[in-house]
């Protein structure tokens, strides 16, 4: 499809346990975002890339999260040794620049039990 | 105080009724501005772009007050397929970042 793909789109993991969330944006696009978003909230930034460059990683919560994306198109974010506060959507979503319009993907659902 | 604030809601709304929210922002630089819906558990999708000049899509007309620093939606002739969480973004030129207000409940009711 043409859309923002997410994988996987449910994750349960174990305390402790590294998990790797996967985005493929739609082709083209230039900036990608990672948001996690809380039931009831709206989505909180994580990280930007602009192609490949990871422009801000403000949002990430600790040294445990990184992102990465390599080649300027798919990206990966990676959360080490899981907690049970990771437990949340993880949403991406990819905009053709800096500031239109953005698109999701449809979440991974990550479970840390 | 959080730079884009909207009122959670919930709205109920009787079915045929105009509803209307705004949305608040603090950074004056503030260049970009959209609407999206959000329903259960599902991604936020593009609902419209907030233009200078305000925008009309069949039922629903948004409006950019750029002196009081607030958007709008208006949502005319509502109907049950209407009932979802409208979430107002907010993008600035000097940056790249997107800012997502916590979104309004809208219930639309027979």
């Known amino acids: 499809g043409a859309g923002v793909s997410q994988s996987p789109r449910y994750k349960v993991t174990k305390r402790g346990q590294d998990v790797a969330l996967r985005c493929d944006p739609i082709?083209?696009?230039?900036?990608l975002y990672w948001y996690r978003q809380a039931l009831g909230q709206g989505p909180e930034f994580l990280t930007y890339?602009?192609?490949?460059?990871?422009?801000?990683k403000s949002g990430l919560p600790n040294d445990r999260f990184s992102a990465e994306r390599p080649e300027g198109s798919i990206s990966t974010l990676t959360i080490q040794r899981t907690e049970q506060r990771d437990s949340a959507m993880y949403r991406c979503?990819?905009?053709?620049?800096?500031?239109?319009?953005?698109?999701f993907g449809q979440g991974t659902r990550l479970t840390v039990v | 105080r959080k730079e884009v604030e909207q009122d959670p809601g919930p709205f109920n709304v009787p079915e045929g009724a105009t509803v209307a929210f705004n949305c608040t922002y603090s950074?004056?630089?503030?260049?970009?501005f959209f609407w999206y819906r959000q329903d259960c558990r599902k991604e936020p999708k593009l609902l419209m772009s907030v233009y200078s000049s305000g925008n009309e899509d069949g039922r629903f007309t948004a409006q950019l007050n750029r002196a009081s620093q607030y958007i709008s939606l208006l949502i005319r002739d509502s109907k049950l397929s209407d009932s979802a969480t409208y979430l107002c973004v907010v993008g600035s030129y000097s940056n790249y970042q997107l800012i997502w207000g916590a979104g309004t409940k809208l219930i639309i009711k027979p």
């Open positions: 979503a990819s905009s053709p620049q800096a500031n239109t319009e953005a698109f």
């Open positions: 950074n004056s630089a503030s260049q970009s």
């Open positions: 890339f602009n192609y490949e460059a990871q422009q801000d």
């Open positions: 082709s083209g696009h230039v900036s």
